[in-house]
């Protein structure tokens, strides 16, 4: 069932527990990641980032193929589509496309244009009922092989953005995208804190969740995320396993190089930490 993400939220951060959303690149993962909600009576996020999208074609491609496969799988646990890191012009092209969320990231820009176009960013999405992730302070990660240390967003700041209606709120808290360096300082429990006080109910997204040690992601939760991304692992285990597909010669073997077959450890390999992460986000069970 396509829907938009504010309910799955709401009922997260009653419950207690995070949402996963789990980034989607072609066909098998988003079939991977479909099964492994619908087998884990979980509710899921499909994240697409600009990139991803691009490479799928297009977000009405990448639209048209989850609606399908939803309808053509039986899946009946809450499923958002939602745009990952959107621009201003992303975003507006994902609403059309006909995604049921959408991330507007602003981060870059100064906090009074962040406000403003977030504002015309919600605007239109509520208009169709499509929910509205917004970021304050950048996320960090790899940059020409730099991997800069994560930012902790201010918290007026986050609420002068919390304010405006979006759905939930993505606030840098010393995470980053990919694998964190060996001196990493950890998630800033200090900021999340001051930012939940300030944000009230609001829903608080975990950008970079690939990688954070289980107990910092527990205490995430504790303290109001609701909602986790994960991409970088999904990708790790997928090209382990291709890898070691090919290197034990397996495609050789009488078999030719059937894509099905070539592809079918790194889908398997996708839905375990799939299923692994929503159990440790606790949402198995919560559809
Ligand atoms: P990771 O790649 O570190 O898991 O982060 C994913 C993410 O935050 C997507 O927005």
Known sequence: ???SA?????KAKAGHYAVGQFNINNLEWTKAILLTAQENNSPVILGVSEGAGKYMTGFKTVSAMVKAM??????????ALHLDHGTYEGSKKCIEAGFSSIMFDGSS????ENVEKTKEIVALAHSKGISVEA????????????VGQGECADPDECKKIADLGIDMLAAGIGNIHGKYPANWAG???ETLDAIQQKTGEMPLVLHG???IPEDMIKKAISLGVAKINVNTECQLSFADATRKYIEAG???QGKGFDPRKLLAPGFEAIKATVKEKMELFGSVNKA
Request: hydrophobic share 45%.
């Open 209 to 211: 969740g690939t990688g």
């Open 109 to 112: 820009l100064g906090i009074e």
């Open 250 to 252: 397996s495609d050789l």
């Open 187 to 189: 998630l800033s429990f």
């Open 70 to 79: 939803i309808e053509e799988l039986n899946i009946t646990v809450p499923v």
């Open 135 to 146: 970021e304050v302070g950048a996320i960090g990660g790899e940059e020409d092989g730099v």
């Open 1 to 3: 069932m396509l829907v």
């Open 6 to 10: 504010t309910e799955m939220l709401k």
